[in-house]
C-alpha cells in the first residue's frame, strides 16, 4: 500500500537522540486510517436476517459508522433489498505504518522481521461466514422469529429465540447477535449442524 504522507514528520533516529515521540505516531496512524476509511466502502444488498450490527461484524466496521454514513434513523431497522454502503476496516495496514515510522523501517506488512505490530491493541476483522452457513443461519432465524428481535415466547428472546438467562437481562440486538454466535459455536460447532438439528427436531 502506497503511504504517501509518512515524509512529512520527522524520521527518528534509532539511537538514544530519538526526535519522535508515541504520541506523533498515534497521531500518524489515527490520520492514516481516517484516510483509508474514507476510500474503502463496500456496497451491500439486505437480505432477510441481516443487522447493521452483523455487517459491521463481517466488514470491521461499526454499528454508528454504517448508520452515519447511511443516514439511517433506526440501526435495528433496515429493509430487504436496501442497498447499504458498509466503510471496511483496514486498521492492519495503518498499524504497520505506524510502527515503521517508529522504528524507521521499511513498511513492508509481509517482513515480520522488519516491523513488530502489537496484535492485541489492533482490530481483528470478524471472519464473513461462508454462504452455506449464511443460509443455515437465515433458516433458523426464520423459522424461530422471522427476524424480529422483540419476538417473546414464555423465556424465549429476541431473532433466535434464546433462553432468557444466556442473556442475562441484555435483550439488544447487539448481545442477541453475539450469544446467539457463541451458542451456536459452542454446541454445534457452526450453522450447518444447528440446521440439521432443527430439522430434525423442530429446535436448536
Sequence with gaps: MNVSGINQY????NNNNQTATATQAANFSQNLATSQAALATKTVTAQKGDT???????????????????HLKDPNLILIGQKLKIPVSQTTT????????????????NN????????KSSNSIVQPLSDAEEKARAYIVQHES???YNARNGKYIGKYQLDSSYLNGDYSP???????ANYVAKRYGNWENAMKHWESHNCY
Excluded at 10 to 13: D, E, F, L
Excluded at 57 to 65: A, C, L, P, W
Excluded at 94 to 109: K, R
Aim: aromatic letters at 8%; glycine letters at 8%.
Design 174 to 180: 447487539a448481545n442477541q447477535e453475539k450469544v446467539a
Design 10 to 13: 520527522t524520521p527518528i533516529q
Design 112 to 119: 515480520p522481521s522488519a516491523v513488530q505490530t502489537d496484535t
Design 94 to 109: 495503518p498499524t504497520v505504518a505506524a510502527q515503521a515510522y517508529l522504528t524507521n523501517q521499511p513498511t513492508n506488512a
Design 52 to 70: 447493521v450490527w452483523g455487517f459491521a461484524q463481517k466488514y470491521g466496521s461499526t454499528v454508528q459508522q454504517i448508520t452515519d454514513q447511511n
Design 146 to 148: 422471522g427476524g424480529n
